[in-house]
């Protein structure tokens, strides 16, 4: 592509950071066509070469090709989700099956797998280092599992299922989306705010504010809905913000938004793909990258968490029923009650509340620790930066070890109505080296949504704010942090999915550290450091209905996995009756709360149903055995010297994990960092799920 057409269209030019200033949604179509075409017509003429394919005349063209599309198309993905407005969301949705469809093409080539094959085969296997060898095992793996070895005759539906996927899964996130924006509560007097922590009154009051109305204003988006749940004393408050998003995306709202439906096309859909594919259903499919085996297995893994886990969410439950009865005269315990009872309850037995602990928690103090626990663990420089934002609230930031430039990461932190929920990391770049020479550095969005600054005082975060910034800062240092300089195995690519948390879950721990959390910490009124007494209430408070939470995790995860094993679809749409009697099953089996039969949880589960852990929600607590058992090294290394924060295994944890990113086997780099094979024990201590 031209200089002249990469100056006209922003989304074409890849010689620095994404011109978010310049994009616009009209570039969207000639810039993805233009790069579909470029490939295609590299790969028709990579495939009738009729010289043996080596790694510098077929996958590092292949490579480049791709990476320029990846970027571009990452770009359009990304400002689809913090900037879902209708343009962006028309200009996205018009090329979506377009790119799916493409994708489908190259997983189907024959041609384009032979060239692998023979390059596998081939005599040069033999001479390539460990990481290009696995490259290529891989390829040959995700062409089997895209369908290049399937009958021509049967290509084309293949190829049909996946661009109908894309679409349903896009579709899905619009939906709730959609469902979430439309629905508020208004407050019309002081009475009714009663509880409710003065930050979150303050932001419903500027949100009505910018609608010119008077009152109060509430919503669905979690900074706003989280407060009500946990502290409205108005019982017919917080049944009615349950309620809306409970049935988010569901048949009691709009027909259009409604989830169902796409629920039932996917299953039915991913059943077809694995039974095309030769295998019994799609749970089968999703573990074959991953380090499970069967979903047999992974049942059995989760079943036994169960089992450990289930007497402690019994006792939680059974102490908050007393507890809500007792001292707050709630007889029976409504789904609308468990967060309000259950913040009562922690205030009761260990003397603070959430509310309390969060002003010690400002945005800029909370930022300086996160970075100086990176500083200190592997010896970096974090620093500010300047790059194109898509919104004047995104900061941006560099990191450097001992001059050397390591990579960029962009960090979006605040809540708006054109944002997806959640929080999430992906990619903007990764780290790799060109073969013309020179290194492409990595660069990482960090986007989370939490509340932002009101009245002119910093925004402040709940404990849980931070443990899911260090959670999400965890995945980019996976990103950023990588060693390796291969596109297909670098930073957070080619990680098996189970093994993908690792990184993530780990940086939590940090968050419970007094020689963290006394450094970071400031009360946003008086500026004084979060007192030792109040720490050691949180930390006695740490496993706080541990068993509870637990399980619901468990629920959430058997529910993916026997959807996707268990349920036979036959060619049809599943019904949503089938869907519920699975999810049914499991909460009889695993849980103890149980939710009102309108509740439509699967609705809005978009972790499986657009996103990519279809089969695969488990992985959060398969990782999560790494990630505690990793921590334990830590624990060990700083025993008896005051903090955890030793550099000498954070040097040890980023060369044997970090760096290595998806250039080895995932238990490989655990074992490597370990000495041994993870252990259970450390996740169970850290919860509290050890009898006494």
Same mark, same amino acid.
């Given at each position: 592509?031209?200089?002249?057409?990469?100056?006209?269209?922003?989304?074409?030019?890849?010689?620095?950071?994404?011109?978010?200033?310049?994009?616009?949604?009209?570039?969207?179509?000639?810039?993805?066509?233009?790069?579909?075409?470029?490939?295609?017509?590299?790969?028709?003429?990579?495939?009738?070469?009729?010289?043996?394919?080596?790694?510098?005349?077929?996958?590092?063209?292949?490579?480049?090709?791709?990476?320029?599309?990846?970027?571009?198309?990452?770009?359009?993905?990304?400002?689809?989700?913090?900037?879902?407005?209708?343009?962006?969301?028309?200009?996205?949705?018009?090329?979506?099956?377009?790119v799916?469809?493409?994708?489908?093409?190259?997983?189907?080539?024959?041609?384009?797998?032979?060239?692998?094959?023979?390059?596998?085969?081939?005599?040069?296997?033999?001479?390539?280092?460990?990481?290009?060898?696995?490259?290529?095992?891989?390829?040959?793996?995700?062409?089997?599992?895209?369908?290049?070895?399937?009958?021509?005759?049967?290509?084309?539906?293949?190829?049909?299922?996946?661009?109908?996927?894309?679409?349903?899964?896009?579709?899905?996130?619009?939906?709730?989306?959609?469902?979430?924006?439309?629905?508020?509560?208004?407050?019309?007097?002081?009475?009714?705010? #009663?509880?409710?922590? /003065?930050?979150? @009154?303050? =932001?419903?009051? *500027?949100?009505a %504010?910018? +609608?010119? &109305?008077?009152?109060?204003?509430?919503?669905?988006?979690?900074?706003?809905?989280?407060?009500?749940?946990?502290?409205?004393d108005?019982?017919?408050?917080?049944?009615?913000m349950?309620?809306?998003?409970?049935?988010?995306?569901?048949?009691?709202?709009?027909?259009?938004?409604?989830?169902?439906?796409?629920?039932?096309?996917?299953?039915?859909?991913?059943?077809?793909?694995?039974?095309?594919?030769?295998y019994?259903?799609?749970?089968?499919?999703?573990?074959v990258?991953?380090?499970?085996?069967?979903?047999?297995?992974?049942?059995?893994?989760?079943?036994?968490?169960?089992?450990?886990?289930?007497?402690?969410?019994?006792?939680?439950?059974?102490?908050?029923?007393?507890f809500?009865?007792?001292?707050?005269?709630?007889?029976?315990?409504?789904?609308?009650?468990? #967060?309000?009872?259950? /913040?009562?309850? @922690?205030? =009761?037995?260990? *003397?603070?509340? %959430?509310? +309390?602990? &969060?002003?010690?928690?400002?945005?800029?103090?909370v930022?300086?620790?996160l970075?100086?626990?990176?500083?200190?663990?592997?010896?970096?420089?974090?620093?500010?930066?300047?790059?194109?934002?898509?919104?004047?609230?995104?900061?941006?930031?560099?990191?450097?070890?001992?001059?050397?430039?390591?990579?960029?990461?962009?960090?979006?932190?605040?809540?708006?109505?054109?944002?997806?929920?959640?929080?999430?990391?992906?990619?903007?770049?990764?780290r790799?080296?060109?073969?013309?020479?020179?290194?492409?550095?990595?660069?990482a969005?960090?986007?989370?949504?939490?509340?932002?600054?009101?009245?002119?005082k910093?925004?402040?975060?709940?404990?849980?704010?931070?443990?899911?910034?260090?959670?999400?800062?965890?995945?980019?240092?996976?990103?950023?942090?990588?060693?390796?300089?291969?596109?297909?195995?670098?930073?957070?690519?080619?990680?098996?999915?189970?093994?993908?948390e690792?990184p993530s879950?780990?940086?939590?721990?940090?968050?419970w550290?007094?020689?963290?959390?006394?450094?970071?910490?400031?009360?946003?009124?008086?500026?004084?450091?979060?007192?030792?007494?109040?720490?050691?209430?949180?930390?006695?408070?740490k496993?706080?209905?541990?068993?509870?939470?637990?399980?619901?995790?468990?629920?959430?995860?058997?529910?993916?996995?026997?959807?996707?094993?268990?349920?036979?679809?036959?060619?049809?749409?599943?019904?949503?009756?089938?869907?519920?009697?699975?999810?049914?099953?499991?909460?009889?089996?695993?849980?103890?709360?149980?939710?009102?039969?309108?509740?439509?949880f699967p609705?809005?589960?978009?972790?499986?149903?657009?996103?990519?852990?279809?089969?695969?929600?488990?992985?959060?607590?398969?990782?999560?055995?790494?990630?505690?058992?990793?921590?334990?090294?830590?624990?060990e290394?700083g025993?008896?010297?005051?903090?955890?924060?030793?550099?000498?295994?954070?040097a040890?944890?980023?060369?044997?994990?970090?760096?290595?990113?998806?250039?080895?086997p995932?238990?490989?780099?655990?074992?490597?960092?370990?000495?041994?094979?993870?252990?259970?024990?450390?996740?169970?201590?850290?919860?509290?799920?050890?009898?006494?």
């Amino acid at each position: 592509m031209s200089q002249t057409s990469n100056a006209q269209n922003p989304l074409l030019d890849f010689s620095g950071f994404p011109r978010f200033s310049d994009a616009r949604p009209e570039h969207v179509a000639p810039a993805v066509r233009g790069l579909l075409e470029e490939n295609r017509a590299l790969i028709a003429r990579l495939t009738a070469d009729t010289a043996a394919p080596t790694w510098a005349n077929f996958v590092e063209p292949m490579n480049e090709a791709g990476e320029r599309l990846g970027r571009a198309w990452g770009v359009v993905g990304h400002l689809h989700s913090v900037m879902d407005v209708p343009e962006w969301r028309e200009a996205y949705n018009e090329m979506l099956p377009e790119v799916s469809r493409f994708y489908a093409e190259v997983g189907q080539n024959l041609a384009l797998f032979h060239k692998f094959k023979a390059l596998h085969d081939g005599p040069e296997y033999a001479t390539l280092s460990p990481v290009r060898q696995r490259i290529l095992d891989n390829e040959l793996r995700d062409f089997r599992l895209s369908g290049a070895e399937l009958p021509d005759e049967v290509k084309p539906r293949f190829q049909e299922i996946q661009e109908e996927q894309s679409q349903l899964g896009a579709k899905f996130s619009e939906n709730i989306l959609d469902a979430t924006n439309a629905h508020s509560e208004w407050v019309s007097d002081e009475a009714g705010l #009663a509880g409710i922590p /003065e930050d979150a @009154r303050a =932001a419903a009051r *500027a949100a009505a %504010e910018k +609608e010119g &109305k008077p009152g109060w204003k509430f919503t669905l988006h979690m900074p706003s809905y989280l407060p009500v749940l946990q502290y409205a004393d108005d019982r017919g408050l917080r049944e009615r913000m349950y309620r809306a998003y409970a049935t988010r995306a569901s048949e009691a709202g709009k027909p259009e938004w409604d989830n169902g439906p796409l629920i039932g096309k996917i299953l039915a859909l991913r059943e077809e793909e694995a039974q095309l594919l030769g295998y019994r259903n799609f749970a089968e499919v999703s573990l074959v990258p991953k380090m499970a085996d069967t979903p047999e297995q992974v049942l059995a893994f989760l079943r036994d968490l169960a089992a450990k886990a289930k007497p402690f969410a019994e006792r939680d439950l059974a102490e908050l029923k007393a507890f809500a009865a007792k001292e707050l005269g709630l007889a029976e315990l409504f789904p609308w009650d468990v #967060a309000y009872a259950s /913040e009562k309850l @922690r205030q =009761a037995r260990y *003397a603070f509340s %959430e509310q +309390e602990v &969060k002003q010690y928690f400002p945005e800029p103090k909370v930022l300086d620790g996160l970075f100086g626990v990176i500083r200190t663990l592997y010896k970096v420089d974090i620093l500010p930066d300047e790059a194109p934002k898509w919104d004047p609230d995104v900061r941006f930031f560099r990191i450097e070890k001992e001059g050397e430039l390591v990579g960029h990461f962009y960090l979006d932190l605040h809540a708006r109505e054109t944002k997806r929920g959640g929080a999430w990391m992906d990619s903007a770049r990764s780290r790799h080296r060109r073969p013309a020479g020179g290194m492409e550095t990595p660069v990482a969005y960090l986007v989370c949504n939490f509340p932002g600054p009101v009245n002119g005082k910093p925004a402040t975060f709940t404990h849980d704010d931070v443990l899911t910034l260090f959670h999400e800062c965890g995945h980019g240092l996976h990103h950023l942090l990588t060693k390796v300089e291969e596109l297909a195995v670098s930073g957070i690519h080619g990680v098996e999915w189970d093994a993908v948390e690792l990184p993530s879950q780990f940086m939590e721990n940090f968050c419970w550290e007094w020689d963290v959390l006394s450094g970071m910490t400031a009360h946003v009124d008086t500026g004084e450091p979060l007192p030792r007494a109040l720490y050691d209430k949180m930390i006695a408070a740490k496993n706080f209905q541990s068993g509870m939470q637990t399980v619901r995790q468990l629920e959430f995860s058997m529910f993916d996995l026997r959807i996707h094993s268990d349920i036979v679809a036959g060619g049809q749409p599943v019904p949503m009756e089938k869907v519920f009697g699975v999810l049914d099953e499991v909460r009889r089996e695993v849980a103890v709360l149980f939710p009102p039969a309108w509740h439509r949880f699967p609705n809005s589960f978009s972790h499986i149903f657009a996103g990519g852990y279809a089969a695969g929600y488990y992985s959060y607590k398969w990782a999560e055995v790494l990630s505690a058992d990793a921590f334990e090294a830590f624990e060990e290394a700083g025993a008896g010297k005051g903090s955890l924060l030793d550099a000498e295994t954070g040097a040890r944890f980023w060369r044997e994990i970090l760096a290595v990113g998806g250039s080895r086997p995932a238990l490989e780099s655990f074992k490597a960092f370990r000495g041994r094979e993870p252990k259970v024990d450390a996740l169970l201590r850290h919860n509290g799920m050890v009898e006494a």
